[in-house]
């Protein structure tokens, strides 16, 4: 497996590994109509690509294949984790959090209740359960936090 920095001409594969990726993984905790809410299947790649090109975004790829992507904001809130449905449970998504929480003491994110057990073994913990509204459809997930262990500057190694 590869992790590069991430080109524009990946947004349209990555928008689709989204939509996929949500509606099959995620279909274990999210109805029908939440999951459409959440990944309608047209996603605005200009918006898409300027928030990508904002953020510290990394692509992983597997023999030519884009497996998974992430991104990270400059304030440490990862914004996007998201690994293709026949590549689950192969490292990828430690892999891309690995390079992604890289040089963060505290890193932040809104785990879907899917990712949440996958966060909390790398170490983040639960600030608080809320819910998000999308397209008037209520979706639950957590606010997780990953910090430093008190008095050093250092990301725990997981």
Same mark, same amino acid.
């Given at each position: 497996?590869?992790?590069?920095?991430?080109?524009? *001409?990946? !947004? *349209?594969?990555?928008?689709?590994?989204?939509?996929?990726?949500?509606?099959?993984?995620?279909?274990?905790?999210?109805?029908?109509?939440?999951?459409?809410?959440?990944?309608?299947?047209?996603?605005?790649?200009?918006?898409?690509?300027?928030?990508?090109?904002?953020?510290?975004?990394?692509?992983? /790829?597997?023999?030519?294949?884009?497996?998974?992507?992430?991104?990270?904001?400059?304030? #440490?809130?990862?914004?996007?984790?998201?690994?293709?449905?026949?590549?689950?449970?192969?490292?990828?998504?430690?892999?891309? !959090?690995?390079?992604?929480?890289?040089?963060? !003491?505290?890193?932040?994110?809104?785990?879907?209740?899917?990712?949440?057990?996958?966060?909390?073994?790398?170490?983040?913990?639960?600030?608080?359960?809320?819910?998000?509204?999308?397209?008037?459809?209520?979706?639950?997930?957590?606010?997780? /936090?990953?910090?430093?262990?008190? #008095?050093?500057?250092?990301? *725990?190694?997981?």
């Amino acid at each position: 497996m590869d992790i590069r920095p991430y080109r524009p *001409p990946d !947004c *349209p594969e990555m928008a689709q590994l989204f939509y996929n990726t949500v509606h099959i993984i995620n279909a274990r905790d999210y109805t029908p109509r939440q999951l459409d809410a959440w990944a309608t299947g047209t996603v605005d790649l200009s918006a898409w690509d300027r928030s990508f090109r904002a953020h510290r975004t990394l692509v992983a /790829e597997e023999a030519g294949i884009l497996v998974g992507f992430g991104d990270i904001d400059e304030t #440490g809130y990862l914004d996007r984790l998201y690994v293709h449905h026949a590549y689950q449970h192969q490292g990828i998504a430690s892999a891309l !959090c690995r390079e992604l929480e890289r040089g963060f !003491c505290t890193v932040t994110t809104h785990a879907s209740i899917t990712a949440m057990p996958f966060f909390a073994r790398r170490g983040y913990r639960i600030l608080r359960r809320q819910e998000v509204e999308r397209q008037g459809v209520l979706l639950a997930n957590y606010v997780m /936090e990953r910090s430093c262990i008190q #008095g050093s500057s250092k990301v *725990p190694r997981v």
